[in-house]
Structures are given as C-alpha cells and as structure tokens.
C-alpha cells in the first residue's frame, strides 16, 4: 500500500517534527502499514513557510513505515488551532491520520511520551 503523501509532509513524519497527515478520504485504516515516501511535490504556496525548505528535498537514507493509530475526516480539524499539528497552510479535504512512523530497524521515530504529546494535541485541535 502506498499514501500520496507530499515531501514536506513525509520529511517531516520521518523527522518526527508532525504525527499526522492527510490522505484520501477511506484510504487508510486504523493498523494499516505503510512505507513513508514522498509521493508528489507540495506546491510551495500550499506549505506552511517553517517547511517550506524541504520542498524538493530527498528523504533520509532508510526505510520507513507509518502505523495508523487514528483516523479523522480532516474536516474535524480546526483550521486555527490545527494549523501548528501539519505541515500545510490549511487542512486538507480527505482523511486526518495520525501515524507512528519507524524507521527500518524498528526503532520508532519519537519516544512514547513525545508521540502521546502530540497526539493529544491533535485531539485537541478537533470539533467535535
């Protein structure tokens, strides 16, 4: 299975700088794996200015997989105090997942206690 995840959000995963990214709507499922690849090349006015430096840049050496733990219609997603949980400039249309991302030796890419952070975060920023 594969997501079409933009560059900056998939460096930005692996970096474990976000928890969270947006797919198509009912394309990924709580438990589902999946390699973190950049897919398609975000149009800069799309990007939050922070990540705009990755636009186009080659993702770290390794493999890395993405766990869905969550998923959420995006539209749950406040778009002022969301803003600051991804890598866009708004949210997107389709699916919020909120991934755990290892790399190939299985090592996750943030410590139990920095993902739960940012998974109550992102619950925070949701209406529901």
């Not at 990924?28 to 799309?46: H, I, K, N, S, Y």
């Not at 939050?48 to 969550?70: F, Q, S, T």
């Amino acid at each position: 299975m594969s997501t079409p995840l933009a560059d900056v959000e998939a460096r930005a995963l692996i970096a474990g700088e976000i928890v969270m990214a947006f797919v198509p709507r009912h394309s990924l499922t709580e438990g589902d794996e999946f390699p973190v690849v950049a897919g398609r090349r975000a149009a800069p006015e799309d990007v939050d200015p922070a990540y705009r430096r990755w636009i186009g840049e080659p993702l770290p050496a390794g493999e890395w997989i993405g766990v869905v733990e969550v998923v959420h219609p995006a539209a749950l997603l406040d778009p002022d105090s969301g803003r600051s949980r991804h890598v866009f400039t708004r949210p997107g249309d389709g699916d919020l997942v909120i991934l755990r991302v290892f790399d190939d030796g299985g090592r996750p890419v943030l410590s139990d206690e920095a993902f739960e952070a940012r998974v109550k975060s992102i619950e925070g920023a949701l209406n529901r």
